[in-house]
């Protein structure tokens, strides 16, 4: 009996590991996609504002937009790590 219990228990711990996993993974995601909406929204405004400096922002956006995608993917793969091994 007491097997059993422990034997459930590992299993329990495993199953909110994965939960865990998955959590994590679409919070990366979720945060990543509102970050990325914020610095283009305020990108877009700051072109309203400055029409000549549009270049110098936009090329800024792309490079913090990249910053933010590659954050998120590493916690993403991070998240699958957990998930599988």
């Keep these: ?9 590992a ?5 909110l590991g994965k939960l865990g996993a998955g959590l994590g993974a679409a ?3 979720m945060a990543a996609g509102i970050g990325i ?6 990108a877009m405004e ?3 504002r400055q029409p ?20 998120a993917f590493f916690a993403v793969v991070v998240c ?3 998930l599988f091994f």
């Design 1 to 9: 009996m007491l097997t059993l219990t422990v034997l459930l228990q």
């Design 11 to 15: 299993t329990a711990a495993a199953a």
């Design 27 to 29: 919070i990366a995601a």
């Design 37 to 42: 909406g914020r610095i283009g929204s305020s």
């Design 46 to 48: 700051a072109i309203a």
């Design 52 to 71: 000549e400096a549009g270049a110098d922002i936009r090329s800024n956006m792309i490079v913090s937009a990249a910053l933010i995608e590659g954050v």
């Design 80 to 82: 699958m790590l957990i």
